[in-house]
């Protein structure tokens, strides 16, 4: 058996992922953590009188605690298993993806564990959020001054 054949092989006895059920789940669950935001960030402005802009500040930092202590406790890769991108998408999953890092990788120590690994996951989202920006900024500078 070739290389050929044996893809051929794998890839006709390999599961098929539900996608369009996976885009639904996902969607619905994106949509329900907006939704939660969006409550979140009323109540910030009615109980505490904060300003729009403090209060998704908070919102902001209320799901990265909020990502980072359940992927501490060991639950937040169980509801990714559920919710696909629906939770991986926003703040929630880079918050994740920084505290598995550390989490893996603190047995290594300080430095040549979490310091050198903890932005492993979430490094190439940084740089390519950079990079993307930069790009932009040169697009609006050269298109409108």
């Known amino acids: ?11 006709k ?11 639904c789940v996902a969607f619905l669950v994106g949509g329900f953590v907006g939704f939660l935001g969006e409550v979140i960030v009323n ?9 729009r802009v403090d209060s998704y500040a908070w919102l902001a930092f209320i799901l990265i605690l909020f990502a980072t202590f359940m992927t ?8 990714v298993q559920k919710a696909k991108c629906g939770l991986i998408i926003p ?9 598995s890092a550390a989490l893996d990788y603190k047995k290594d120590g300080l430095v040549t564990g979490i310091g ?4 492993k996951l979430a490094g190439s989202v940084i740089l390519y959020g950079i990079v993307s920006a930069f790009i932009l900024i040169i697009i609006k500078v ?3 001054g």
Not at 72 to 79: E, L, R, T
């Open 1 to 11: 058996m070739n290389k050929d054949e044996y893809q051929k092989l794998v890839k």
């Open 13 to 23: 006895l390999s599961p098929k992922e539900p996608k369009l059920r996976n885009a």
């Open 43 to 51: 109540i910030l402005m009615e109980s505490f009188g904060l300003a």
């Open 72 to 79: 501490a406790v060991g639950k937040f890769d169980n509801w």
């Open 91 to 99: 703040t929630t999953g880079f918050a994740h993806s920084v505290q």
């Open 116 to 119: 050198a690994n903890v932005f």
């Open 142 to 144: 050269v298109l409108y």
